[in-house]
Nanobody, 128 residues
Framework: QARLVESGGGMVQPGGSLRLSCAVSEVTVSDLYCMGWFRQAPDKAREGIAF?????DTKYRDAVKDRFIVSKTKDILYLEMNNLKYEDTGTYYC???????????????????????WGQGTQVTVSS
């Protein structure tokens, strides 16, 4: 069983930056072939925003492309968030699974039900 613990959330002004961390324990990152981040805004469904596979290839939701960067070390997953906007406000969740992110010729990362491991979430608030 993998354990995921997020940190780094907080309040930031529009245009600011934050870096979220997800510490992985009980297993190593190399055992988790598909990792990434979901977020959930108030009264909205969870949405996938950034993913990284076992080769280090990445996939982003269009709304965060060119502003967010997902990366990982052997035991931590990161999400670097730049030029934050009001609509980035929400609870951010680290997710992981032992299945492949990319198979059958496509990235298959957007369904939250496909992830066995979830962190507890960290709040990001973008406000002036």
């Amino acid at each position: 069983q993998a354990r995921l613990v997020e940190s780094g959330g907080g309040m930031v002004q529009p245009g600011g930056s934050l870096r979220l961390s997800c510490a992985v324990s009980e297993v190593t990152v190399s055992d988790l072939y598909c990792m990434g981040w979901f977020r959930q805004a108030p009264d909205k469904a969870r949405e996938g925003i950034a993913f990284i596979d076992n080769y280090g290839d990445t996939k982003y939701r269009d709304a965060v492309k060119d502003r967010f960067i997902v990366s990982k070390t052997k035991d931590i997953l990161y999400l670097e968030m730049n030029n934050l906007k009001y609509e980035d406000t929400g609870t951010y969740y680290c997710v992981a699974d032992k299945r492949l992110c990319f198979h059958g010729g496509a990235w298959r990362v957007w369904n939250p039900s496909d992830y066995k491991y979830w962190g507890q979430g960290t709040q990001v608030t973008v406000s002036s």
